[in-house]
């Protein structure tokens, strides 16, 4: 199931944002541990995708960090925070070919990582993270869809969508 365009989702209310952060508290100290974790579970869900990164994965990760907290913190922005990650989507769609069937793998493989990180974790974190997921992913995909470079090939193989499960996280238990 493809992701849900930005049209069709309203931005996460308070509600949402306040358990989105509050499961992040602790995580937001130390957020290269979060950006690690999360590759691990995208490279384990995908792993014909790793050869598009770099072998010192330092530098990637530091860079994901910095937008996870970034994302995280300023989530009480919307308009900032969709022109932000409209100007991600368009830099992933053009730099790796990134499309509407990569995001769930890419939305389960972050939900995993909060999950095994956050002490707090609960099933309602789990619904609020895929809620403001979704957003992040409709908001990415509109800068991809208005970007005007046709992306370079990616290599063969999808997301193995439903694999880990149907939905991109998973409640506490």
Known sequence: MSPRTIGELPH??????????A????LLDRPEVLAES???HLFEAVPHIRELFPEDMSRQTTRMAQAIIQVVNHLDRPAQ???YLMRLGRYHHEKWGLGPEDYPCVGRAMVEAVHDLSPTWSSSFSSAWILVYEWIAASMLAGATASVAPP???PAGRCPVGARGTAPGRTAG
């Open 12 to 21: 996460p209310d308070a509600a949402t944002i306040q358990a989105v952060q």
């Open 152 to 154: 370079e090939p990616k």
């Open 23 to 26: 499961s992040c508290a602790d």
């Open 38 to 40: 999360f590759y691990t």
């Open 81 to 83: 925070m969709q022109n």
